[in-house]
């Protein structure tokens, strides 16, 4: 037969799966000598059990949780439903995670008609035993008996008002009594009985309580959000009570041994005298900082601070503690790790180092890598007040005001004036990237945290919010409703893209700060970290922003974002319009210098270190205007019946257009296959690269570019391309009369050529895998529809258990990958490995390549240092 009940004296802080957080911390602040009144812990399994025989109290618990009482009975001198000297206890859930404010907590147990007046009696003080009374009362009909809190609330106000007062306290011993038949009256309307007399009868429907509270809905939709299991159960703790509602001699509450906002080393926390539980936290009455106790009572204070340093001491970690003063005797009644801002997050991991009480690889593993992203973007100041309009999905972290704007033409048209611009879309496409660049922000009426916007938005390092459905948004109007409000393009408002708000007007801002403390912490990082970590940059102030935050190259330069711009878009639309190759070279020669400047910039910053870039890689039509404009367009000129020239025009842009169409564009002609079909387009690229590089190292650079071929399937392909790439070379060496060192490779995002990998390898001196294509590819998901239409079901029914989108699918991406490696080392065991798509930045995939012995991982420039960090964690 196993334990279900553990006297703290008995367990420890190791204990927490059996004893949850709150009954692991109570044993072992007991077994360090702290203060802490006495009592028991029913464990975890006591509950699993509970539910596994269906929902009752298993063999042998309710003689053990009696037999443990006795003890508690004898350590305190007091015997529960004793009417000489009553116990009273507190029954507290304690969960292995901690799930705030998901169950609550009954205290004053052991209460009735007697037991009432024997505590009265024996405090000479009537009134606080009716108080103690009635909040017992209040806890457990809310707890166990299921009637709403609201109800006793009520009663109690009214009788506030009768008498004319506002504070709880300020209550007379007779009003309380008022008030506790009142309570009893409700409850025996509302359940057909009178309120449990016997002591024993309230403890175990207590304890019972706090089971079934595990699978409450409120629990169930909380451990949903927060990825906790289902199948851990709660513990629960039975404590002998002290009383901080006793008198002004007497209170209660909480302190962190640091500042959880800032980090500083200063003791923060609220208290307030003559009060229970969780009157703190309530707002009933304004609490006290927690400096002031050092005047009202400097003893207590003095004894209050050295327990803090013991706690941290020995956990080696900021805590949060709850404490209460009775009669002049401190008591402590809870600790735990402490919540705490970014900013807070590094202070205390670097502080606590400098102080000697942790080390380097404690101090990583201190904060959590997607923390660092609050700390990177211009964030809204705290002090300001704010109109928020409507609340959406928080999609890319960072605060942005700006006019509003409909379209990206538009945006980019505006901001060009110098003004600031917020993209408002019902969604983003492709074809919005210009506005986006253009714009402070981004917010979306449709679309999840993985929609283009959001993704897009997240490698700029914008804000956006997303998926803000209240918004009504009207095109035609060009403005948008939200409740009674209109909001018309030009008006300003901004947005939170870390906690998804959207506020009318401006709003003050202030720029990110990196301390001293966050630039050595991920000094430390890079010591131990075996990934090198690059980002995805496209153009040379992305490049330099990577690079201060800490990339040691670029794994992904997108070349077709180059195409878009206003510049160059023409030849490019001439480019793939072309009807004959001289057609085609024309617009291409135009294209080169644009290019080669690109690769100049990109190249320059990123001087000695390494440069991959990926040849074009989207379907051709992507740069094409869309069928429906251009349709709407011929049509209105047909029935004009005007300008004849531009109709003929138009008509054969429309046919090329027609002709280009695909039924699948994710897996038609794109990638590689425009690099076969029409090579002269790669060929432009290669020397526009290759020049870039030739001047930069006429010029005393030290540059490293990398080509990269986009979609492989076969090592055919790499030698179609490798052909060239050493012809266009040698002619570039010659031309400049210089050389430098570069190196071919491909991106493995199908199948095929993870399947492949050991031909792919002869040929190929780096992979890069490209996870976005190559999770589409391995799963058959085509990205866009699957998170719209069926991902949130799988999700749901557990039948995946996160979208692959966001962490890596190790089980079956993973695996594509862990053989490509494989494969690849075993042709060309110098072969560099390394991973591109939005994983990259992502924590528990970091952990995955680092497993797999990927060289490097690259995200966009923003998550750089939460990469360095994730990839420091993996290390250590
Ligand atoms: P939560 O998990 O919501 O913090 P707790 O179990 O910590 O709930 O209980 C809430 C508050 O109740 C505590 O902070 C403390 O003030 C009070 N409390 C709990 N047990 C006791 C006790 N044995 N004696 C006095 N107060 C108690
Ligand atoms: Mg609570
Ligand atoms: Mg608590």
Redesign the pocket.
Known sequence: MSNYVYMFTEGRADMRSLLGG?GANLAEMTNLGLPV?C?MTITTEACRDYYRVGGSFPDGLREEILEKLKLVESKSGKKLGDPGDPLL??V???AVF?M??M???I?NLGLNETTVQSVAKNTNNLRFAYDSYRRFIQMFSDVVLEIPKHEFEYILSKEKETVGVVYDQELSAQSLRNVIDKYKELVENQTGRSFPEDPLDQLFMAVEAVFRSWNNQRAIIYRNLNKISHDLGTAV?V??????NMGNDSG?G?AFSRNPSTGENILYGEYLMNA???DVVAGIRTPQPIAQLQQDMPEIYGQFVNIVQTLENHYKNMQDI?F?IERGKL?M??CRNGKRTAQAAVKVAHDMVQENLIGKTEALLMVEPEQLDQLLHRQIDSSAKLTVIAKGLPASPGAASGQVVFDADKAEKIAKLGINVLMVRMETTPDDIHGIIAAEGVLTSRGGMTSHAAVVARGMGKPCVCGCESIKIDYAKQEFTVGGLTIKAGDVISIDGATGRVISGQVPMKDPELSTEYTTLLGWADEVKKLSVRANADTPEDAAKARAFGATGIGLTRTEHMFMGADRLPFVQQMILAESLEERQDALSHLLPIQENDFYGILQAMEGLPVCIRLLDPPLHEFLPSLEELLVETTKLRTSGKNAQLLTEKDSLLRKIRQLHEFNPMLGHRGCRLGITFPEIYEMQIRAIFNAAARLTKEGYTVLPEVEIPLTIDKAELIFFNDRIKTIAQEVFAAYGTSFHYSCGTMIEIPRAALLADELAEVSEFFSFGTNDLTQTCMGFSRDDAEGKFLPYYLEQKILKENPFIALDRKGVGQLMKLAVEKGRQTRPDLITGICGEHGGEPSSIVFCHQLGLDFVSCSPYRVPIARLAAAQAAV
């Open positions: 709150k009144p009592g206890v507190s507290r859930s304690g901690s705030p404010g169950m609550d907590t205290l703790n404590q002998s009570m002290v009383f901080g209660t909480v229970q539980g969780e709850e209460t008591y009644l809870q």
